[in-house]
């Protein structure tokens, strides 16, 4: 009997969430959280001050200024950037940890293909990167708004303040964690992609930490020669989840990003699907 893609889907997932490193990110996600808005709740009303005192010569602000809103948005622009890290520690090894234990050849042995194995294990790893943005989302969002009440959201940048009404938050929130579950799949798409390459479990986990970490560093350099470059980098496009919350809104900038994202986790998913439908001599059944 043909195992189905559902059957096939729930012991992936059961793979992944029987490792205890699976719940590394899960845990980092929460001390975080819970640190910021621990601090926010201390002294959120000073450091905000601290950072308000030189626009407060021209402008007064007045009411209470630590929201929900804005801690949920300081929680996202700490966080995001760290998450990939944290999936690639769970997506690196989908099939080469396979490929090292000797439990690829098992499952190669059953009557399914190849391309559908691969798409079992990129769904599974969507649905890791789902769990991370749902908890995330989860502990972020409502719980801030439990502990620091409902309110229009200030955001600061560097040549302007905006104020958004609470009422206009909502949206844009979504807007952002789906952004960030883009630019997950993109790091899961990648580490999958790599681990198709070794029979090492190790190496396409520490692989892909150094590509984003790279990218990072690349996206962060105010050099004219790397300009062109960090359109191509995934990195780059991370972050675009921050114009959401301009007023108003550049859509065909965000728009373009997210394009690039999708593109990204076409290409990384398309090379997987190539070499591992024809990595056949590394998996030999003996």
């Not at 990167?129 to 409902?150: D, E, H, K, T």
Request: net charge positive; proline share 2%; glycine share 6%.
């Amino acid at each position: 009997m043909y195992p189905s893609f559902i059957q096939l889907l729930r012991a992936e997932i059961i793979k992944i969430f029987s490792r205890k490193r699976s719940f590394i990110g899960f845990a980092a996600i929460a001390a975080v959280v819970f640190l910021i808005q621990l601090a926010m709740y201390v002294d959120g009303e000073n450091y905000i001050g601290l950072i308000t005192q030189s626009i407060e010569q021209s402008i007064k602000l007045s009411g209470h200024i630590v929201t929900g809103n804005m801690v949920c948005f300081i929680i996202l622009q700490t966080l995001i950037i760290q998450m990939p890290l944290l999936v690639a520690l769970v997506t690196g090894d989908l099939i080469s940890g396979e490929a090292q234990s000797g439990t690829i050849r098992l499952l190669l042995t059953k009557p399914v293909s190849r391309e559908k194995i691969l798409f079992v294990k990129f769904v599974a790893g969507l649905i890791y990167v789902i769990a991370l943005i749902l908890f995330l989302g989860i502990l972020s969002y409502p719980l801030s708004l439990l502990i620091f009440g409902n309110g229009d959201m200030m955001v600061l940048k560097s040549d302007e303040l905006v104020i958004l009404q609470s009422a206009d938050t909502v949206w844009r929130f979504i807007g952002a964690f789906f952004i960030a579950f883009l630019s997950l799949t993109v790091v899961s798409s990648l580490s999958l992609m790599l681990s198709c390459f070794t029979n090492n479990s190790i190496t396409p986990i520490i692989t892909t930490m150094s590509i984003i970490i790279l990218f990072t560093i690349i996206g962060t350099l105010d050099v004219p020669i790397f300009e062109t470059l960090k359109q191509f980098l995934f990195t780059t496009h991370m972050i675009i989840w921050r114009n959401l919350f301009d007023n108003p809104i550049n859509i065909s900038f965000i728009s373009k990003s997210i394009g690039v994202l999708t593109a990204q986790i076409a290409l990384f998913y398309g090379i997987s699907h190539y070499y591992f439908s024809k990595k056949r001599h590394h998996w030999i059944i003996v």
